[in-house]
């Protein structure tokens, strides 16, 4: 029935034991490949990417939430990332063969899987967002599982399915359909987290930055540095070095340098190779010449 | 017998309806792809890069060959790049499958058919040379056609099979195996050849430069401009950033800008994802991120 990514997000960046019993479970199964898993301690956050068909991906992210539910306990939760429950965020990407609307009736009945079996609050967001003001997904997190918590007890931000109130460990979830976006972290080098937190607000486009980027400023008290974390929802119109470059330009005026970046999880070769044609000066270059994609 | 990467090239590079009869022998043919192909009409030279099975590269490229006597004369060759032969160039890149001992086997053959069937002198460079003195590529073409054929004249830098004169209209080929090198041009916005020859002199190995670079400052009158054409035999120890940015510094000597920058042929993702990840300061990045490896 065609191919999908997703690339679900779990509360939990700081044990590889727990990690590792999720992971697994995206190990070794057919028609579905796990290409990258990542975790950041400071986030407390990891990312899991899988392909497949979209029947097989929908079953590992089922039996990867159920073992989410059983290990990760949001009531002792600390991190530097907004977040809503065990499994924060499922979103899917059709890849080839399936249309967004397949791809939507899927995310959908993910969804209803989520709530009867596991007893989960569940939002839609993005392409299957049920309500026209939850089609972003920082509007459906605001302000994280307390705000929701507390919007649900007063009736309000209620979930598109499941029981009106969050599951007591694992909190809520948010299930979409959604395009390819690029997640770009950009490491200052420097502790002060207000002046991540005042370049992402100037980068994003909510704050007269590049169209199509979300940013967040984010502390990394681990590695003594803070980051400019991002996602980029349309990278091939805004491609990274216009983000890098601009991130750079703004932590010019507090005389502080960009240590390092980092891409989190999938991203696609021509946003690679627009950004290298940029930095190179590149002209005429087709993907075609690249051996990798022959063999 | 495993896969072999071909990148014939080819004296022409101004006439379109030539390089599409030589070109259009590699379409639709069993167990060989062609990837790539494009012309220079200041290098005059046409570089055609082919993936497959040895065996049906081998049957090609003799092809491609046969077709190129036929067409190119170099008797009234004119073009920026040195050359010695219609088709001047053949080298064998073993990819998959294959060792470098098979491919060196296979080389020979080729060369021997090119002796046989057509009636050119062969020279065999790279890890298929005959000689020790006839590894080096630029050595065993020094001087182009007009000085290998003086030499042979006189008895000397005869050929390692055929005839020992050059063919009346289609000169001399040489063909060898080797590894991997990636085809970097620099365009310097001045058109000052001298510039472009002095930078090329300071950049490459032979001139205290960068270990595996060889460099030629090229004319480009068509286009104005002069360019730095390097060949990087080490892609992946000598980096195409460290390149870059080291004709930059010597370009700056003359007040002279890079114009842009040229990728010739095949290449290594993982060339690129190496230059890519150092103007990103990218860090943890891994190949298998990128999607379009997995479908």
């Given at each position: 029935m065609g191919k999908i990514l997703s690339s679900p997000n779990f509360?939990?960046?700081?044990s590889p034991q727990i990690l590792e019993e999720i992971v697994?479970?995206?190990?070794?199964?057919?028609?579905?490949?796990?290409?990258d898993y990542s975790s950041d301690a400071d986030h407390n956050r990891s990312v899991v990417s899988i392909i497949g068909e979209a029947e097989a991906v929908i079953e590992v992210l089922l039996e990867m939430s159920r073992k989410a539910v059983s290990l990760i306990n949001l009531n002792n939760h600390k991190g530097q990332h907004p977040r809503c429950g065990a499994i924060d965020v499922i979103p899917l990407i059709p890849l080839q063969g399936i249309s967004l609307e397949e791809c939507v009736r899927i995310a959908h009945k993910l969804g209803e899987r989520l709530a009867e079996e596991l007893g989960l609050p569940v939002y839609f967001y993005g392409e299957?967002?049920?309500?026209?003001?939850?089609?972003?997904l920082s509007d459906v997190r605001r302000g994280g599982l307390e705000a929701m918590a507390e919007d649900m007890r007063q009736g309000k931000r209620l979930p598109d399915i499941g029981p009106p109130s969050p599951h007591p460990t694992a909190g809520c979830v948010i299930v979409g359909v959604r395009d390819f976006l690029v997640a770009f972290n950009v490491n200052l080098?420097?502790?002060?987290?207000d002046i991540a937190r005042r370049i992402a607000s100037l980068v994003r486009e909510r704050g007269g930055?590049?169209?199509?980027v979300k940013a967040l400023g984010i502390d990394l008290p681990s590695r003594g540095k803070v980051q400019v974390s991002m996602n980029i929802t349309m990278p091939l119109k805004t491609p990274l070095y216009r983000v890098l470059e601009l991130v750079k330009l703004e932590a010019k005026r507090y005389g502080v340098e960009v240590e390092s970046t980092e891409i989190v999880g999938p991203v696609p070769l021509k946003v690679l190779i627009e950004t290298l044609s940029y930095y190179l000066s590149l002209r005429d270059f087709k993907i075609e010449q690249i051996v990798d994609i022959h063999i």
């Open positions: 509360s939990e960046g700081s697994s479970l995206a190990r070794n199964k057919k028609n579905v490949k796990l290409i299957a967002a049920f309500r026209e003001e939850r089609r972003d080098a420097t502790s002060n987290l930055g590049l169209v199509g």
